[in-house]
């Protein structure tokens, strides 16, 4: 399979340099092709790609910006398309801000993300200590490793579904107050029977957050599939995502972030995280806003489900509305059929 690597020219060729050696190297032996020319890409859809950036120091690239922009105008430019991202940078800043905005754009264009899809360079490349101690190599070789992994990951044959595929809904609301639960029990009718659903609340301090236990705790505990801190977390949450196909996060948007609650949970994660992987594991959200900001809530579950804890990213996976008042998102312009095509979107992804 060929794999499409997208890399905007670099604005100074030094800021590139290092970022066009790695994936040499890291890309060596495997059938690929390099993009440049943002103005001239090619028919993308249904492919592999590779989202290569050298941000320089500033974390500017006046060629990504064109991209961007192709990718906001066309919602389709990306149709059936899954990708993964590197971005290289000269600072210790802009890596992981950038691609988060890169997946979200790509994935409104139609495009799903890998688990853990994101390999960063920051300037010093100290982010990857711990992986080069572990690869028994240096900065520079755990880079390289990590590219060449992650190109891997994203070539390898999908995961096929199961006859019913399970569902987990975490939430930390009300259904009587909350447009974003209504906006949910609409869409878990339209699921019907074809998938098992499970939904646990999460509110009234029902989750402590974690507070940082050093690792080996965390990993010995984790182990032992426990938690140093117990509850709910450990005894229906932890149990409830190794059975899931799909975990759908009702996400209010409470100043422009996820919920204490909700960040709780993944945060929470870290235990189960340290024994599996959940690359074959999707996520999806419903983000309802009172006045703006869905989009800001949205990169941040990409950022800490999909590029952290390593969920899958479906096409499309978040369901973004502005609504006020109780019960007002139901009753907003074009409502049902954004429901139809959400519950759809979650069927085709755990192939129901």
Known sequence: MELLVIAPPADRAEDGARLSAVLDEALRGMEYRVLTDMSALPDLRGRRLLFALALGAYGVNTAYTRLLLRLRVDPTMLEGCTAALVVDGSGELYTKSTAAELAFAANLAGCALIGRPLVEGTGSLTNFRVQAMLLGTDLDGAYRANVRELAERLTAPPTQGKDKPELLALHASSYHTSNTMQLWAQVKRRLGDGCAVTEI????GAVSDCAGCPYTAC???????????????????????????????????????LSANLTAFINRLTGLFRQTRFYDKAVFAIIVSGYSGGDTVARQVISAMNMNKSFFLPPRFAMIETANDPGEALKLPGMEQRLDDFARRIRETVKM
Request: net charge negative; charged share 25%.
């Open 219 to 257: 990993l010995h505990f984790g182990e032992k599939d426990r938690c140093f801190y117990g509850g709910l977390m450990q005894d229906e949450v932890w149990p409830a995502v190794r059975r899931c196909d799909a975990v759908v996060l009702l996400c209010p948007n409470y100043n422009d972030a």
């Open 201 to 204: 609340g999460l509110r009234n």
